[in-house]
């Protein structure tokens, strides 16, 4: 039995949508190639021009009337292509790992904050791991507040919980200003521990992994929180 190639032979080199309006006719010319794919006609327009034909125009183009078709049915479909999680992974790395900062003057003094909101950062990361998984906003949004701090300009890197103007960190900075414990996790861990600000700044939210680091003096300061 004969197998005919869809692809091929729906395949097309120009397509054009002409909007006729009174004597005045509009042309837009659809992109049939993105990167290396190419489109083709959908199921759904070949169905229609099996329903309702089409007109021969100058030998080379072909007139097909659309309107009797779905305005929401595709009209062109492009070739499948492998998706690369390892690229949305660096992707979605990139987008946590770097950030920028900018100056606000506030008064008669200038403030350091983040170049957005978390409410920024919470749709950047929903709108690119969503191109092709399913995933819950509210995960991501666990994610975001992980980024967050209370006020970059006094170099309080507490989560910004309930915080007026809080700021949105990238994944150094929140490994470089918080606790030493929650480097553990880091691959550059060793840089960290013999780093002496990890030591003489105090003005560091505690981590949970702290227990491993200096277990005497987090059960020390936990008792005597709750004398």
Same mark, same amino acid.
């Given at each position: ?17 002409? #909007? ?23 199921? #759904? ?15 080379? #183009? ?40 900018? #100056?606000?003057? =506030? ?14 950062? =919470? ?87 702290? =227990? ?6 987090? =059960? ?8």
């Amino acid at each position: 039995m004969l197998s005919l190639n869809i692809t091929k032979i729906s395949r097309l080199s120009k397509i054009y949508l002409l #909007y006729k309006d009174g004597n005045k006719v509009e042309e837009i010319e659809l992109p049939l190639k993105v990167g290396n794919r190419w489109a083709r006609l959908s199921l #759904y327009m070949l169905s229609h021009i099996m329903k309702y034909g089409y007109e021969v125009f100058d030998e080379d #183009y072909y007139i097909i009337d659309l309107s009797n078709f779905n305005p929401k049915s595709p009209i062109l479909k492009y070739d499948e292509v492998e998706f690369d999680y390892s690229a949305l992974g660096k992707e979605f790395k990139k987008l946590l790992k770097t950030r920028k900062y900018k #100056y606000v003057k =506030v008064g008669n003094t200038k403030k350091i904050r983040s170049e957005f909101t978390v409410d920024v950062l =919470v749709q950047r990361m929903f709108d690119l791991v969503n191109k092709k998984l399913g995933i819950n906003i509210a995960l991501l949004e666990v994610i975001a507040y992980a980024f967050t701090a209370q006020n970059l300009s006094e170099l309080n890197y507490d989560l910004g919980r309930n915080a007026a103007t809080h700021d949105v960190i990238g994944f150094k900075e929140a490994i470089n200003f918080r606790s030493i414990g929650g480097s553990y996790g880091w691959d550059d861990l060793l840089r960290k521990v013999l780093d002496p600000m990890s030591y003489l700044e105090d003005n560091k939210p505690d981590h949970p992994m702290d =227990v491993r680091f200096a277990p005497r003096e987090v =059960v020390d300061k936990y008792l005597k929180n709750q004398q």
